[in-house]
């Protein structure tokens, strides 16, 4: 009995610390989300938008969902089943999954210290380096 009142106080104790993050409007996004919020999703709008852990994370209305660096900075864009904006992916890759995929689109795209992970609309992962050289397909 003591082991479970010990093991129940401590996921209380636990999921508190974990949910860090606090809803925010879009004025309170740094001011590059804003803009490529502006940019890249100008009429979607926003549907909501957290800060947890030194991270933005915005729902547009329409279910696509992106994480932002504490600068401002986008580190992923994820449109569910829509087509991520071209403007978004580098030209290597856009040519690279026109030429290789030519009936599938990108749905999701991932910038992290290694280059970039594109998920298709078929669920097929590939990876590519920062300028854009396909490296393998996961």
């Known amino acids: 009995m003591k082991k479970l009142l010990i093991l129940t106080l401590l996921l209380i104790v636990s999921s ?20 490529f919020i502006n940019t890249h999703f100008k009429n979607v709008g926003m549907f909501s938008a957290k800060y947890d852990d030194g991270e933005y994370e915005v729902i547009l209305k329409n279910g696509t969902k992106i994480e932002f660096t504490r600068q401002g900075e986008w580190k992923d864009v994820d449109c569910q089943t829509s087509e991520v904006p071209s403007t978004i992916v580098p030209a290597a890759i856009r040519n690279y999954v026109k030429t290789q995929f030519p009936n599938n689109f990108i749905v999701k795209i991932e910038l992290n210290h290694n280059g970039y992970d594109i998920e298709l609309d078929n669920d097929f992962d590939l990876k590519f380096d920062k300028t854009g050289n396909f490296l393998y397909a996961d």
Do not use: E, S
């Open 16 to 35: 508190t610390f974990a949910c860090n993050d606090r809803p925010i409007t879009f004025n309170n996004l740094p001011q590059k989300a804003q803009q």
